[in-house]
């Protein structure tokens, strides 16, 4: 995969509330800026948006890497918190393990990896229990209209 | 007719025209669902944090309308203000506010069904 188009990396402090979604309202602008096609970049900014969500909520520190290339777009969410011990069943729409008071601000429905799965064309989540998680995953372009 | 207040984006009130609504306190019902063709969904919520706000910006829903009286802290005020969100405060509960929304021709939004 050469030929990049653009990159950048965004750092995510895990429990800030206050500033979850700015990365992804970045990625939104970043994305609007190249005249991406607007349905690609909704499905982008919301399996962003909920991946960027799941650092903040499970873990201390993470970071979204953004990659635009001429067909499609590629987001890695990699973060150093708890891990997903059985991600068979975190892909279950409403198995959560939130906190109550995560879920009275509207997130820990369960709906996250669901959510990201239903707008990524492809999808691969590394969890290792302990020691951090990676999501990647690839939303195409299409007509490469990049 | 909601008696509500509006918070934040005030100026934007005239630019906008709704015509669908969604109602939820589940942030990631609101991004799995909701399809917004022309900015014109409102989301009445029971949530006041921000994020009903960064949710709205993703999702080109350019009014949000916290229901039950519920105090709205200041960083949703001004991350309204500064996105360009109108964010509206009102004592109605979630279902009148729907109620009377509905019965002055505000649709429910539609649903999608997935790319």
């Known amino acids: 995969m050469s030929d990049l188009l653009y990159s950048h990396t965004y750092q995510i402090q895990g429990r800030d509330f206050e500033h979850g979604g700015e990365a992804s309202s970045d990625i939104k602008e970043a994305l609007k800026r190249m005249g991406i096609n607007p349905q690609v970049i909704k ?3 919301i399996a962003s ?15 979204l890497l953004l990659e635009v290339y001429p067909k499609m777009i590629r987001v890695t969410a990699t973060d150093r918190g708890p891990g997903i011990e059985d991600v068979e069943l975190a892909m279950k729409e409403g198995y959560s393990t939130a906190p109550p008071e995560i879920r009275e ?3 820990g429905s369960g709906m996250g990896l669901p959510n990201i799965k239903k707008n990524a064309d492809r999808l691969l989540i590394e969890s290792h229990p302990g020691k951090g998680t990676k999501v990647i995953f690839e939303i195409d372009i299409p007509n490469a209209s990049v | 007719m909601i008696n509500g207040k509006v918070l934040s984006g005030e100026s934007l009130l005239d630019e906008v025209e709704i015509k669908r609504g969604f109602a939820a306190d589940l942030l990631s019902d609101v991004l799995a669902l909701v399809e917004v063709e022309n900015r014109d969904v409102v989301l009445i919520t029971g949530i006041t944090n921000p994020q ?9 829903i350019p009014m949000v309308i916290v229901a039950r009286g519920k105090r709205v802290p200041w960083e949703t005020i001004t991350l309204g203000e500064e996105k360009g969100v109108i ?4 004592e109605l509960i979630v279902f009148v506010t729907c109620g009377l929304l509905y019965k002055a021709g505000i649709e429910g939004a539609r649903i999608t069904r997935g790319p």
């Not at chain 2, 009903?52 to 080109?60: G, K």
């Not at chain 2, 964010?87 to 009102?90: E, Q």
């Open chain 1, 43 to 45: 499905r982008t900014a």
């Open chain 1, 49 to 63: 948006y909920e991946a960027e969500m799941n650092i903040i909520v499970y873990t201390e520190k993470g970071e």
């Open chain 2, 52 to 60: 009903i706000v960064r949710t709205a910006v993703l999702m080109d």
């Open chain 2, 87 to 90: 964010v509206v405060s009102t």
């Open chain 1, 105 to 107: 601000m509207g997130f």
